[in-house]
């Protein structure tokens, strides 16, 4: 197996290599899957893997327990994978992406903030602290981490955490009372190398110092 291929290896203590050779490459229970996994906890269609040009994306299959990218849950939407990114499936079975020459941009790098999501735990740590907020800011601070740098606008955050609210003043109120909160707490902490910058009044992205 040439090291120039993208691969998905094992973290047991087999090790186990598997070429992705093709795309989509399936994750799953399913005995069709390209990377067949024997346990209950794991769905038939779990995982699945996806080419684009040169570069390759996961999203969660709809699966019943989750899927990780490096400790933080995946959804439906595409995430590009990197050289060494850890791909958890139902946290049992944990997999590293293996391409040489995809390595991921210090910005996009969550441990350069030193930011840590455990979503299947609904933890989050900075610096190895944990800060516990609330759910609002839980739901905010996990949204911009999805995409450090990228200005989300107060739409895009309402979608996510206030989807019941359809008016758009009162969105922005509930949204910086949120940002409020979260950024007290991390001050009083006194941890952190990541900052909420409000932008323009369009919204809000994750920054660091």
Known sequence: MSGDEARLISTGRDGQEYLIDRTPFLIGRKSSANLFISSASVSREHAVIEKRNDDYFIHDAGSTNGTLLNRK??????????????????????????????????????YAYGLEIDEMAYQIFVDGVEISPDKRGYQLLSLLAEQPGKIYTYAEIAERIYPEDRDP??????IQAAKNDLSKKLKTLGVGRILIKSKNGVGYQLSRE
């Open 169 to 174: 003043e009162s969105q922005r109120k509930r």
């Open 73 to 110: 849950r995946i959804g439906g939407d595409p995430v590009k994978l990197y050289d060494d990114d850890v791909i958890t499936i139902n946290r049992d079975h944990e997999y590293v992406f293996a391409m040489p020459g995809r390595t991921m941009p210090i910005l996009d790098d969550l």
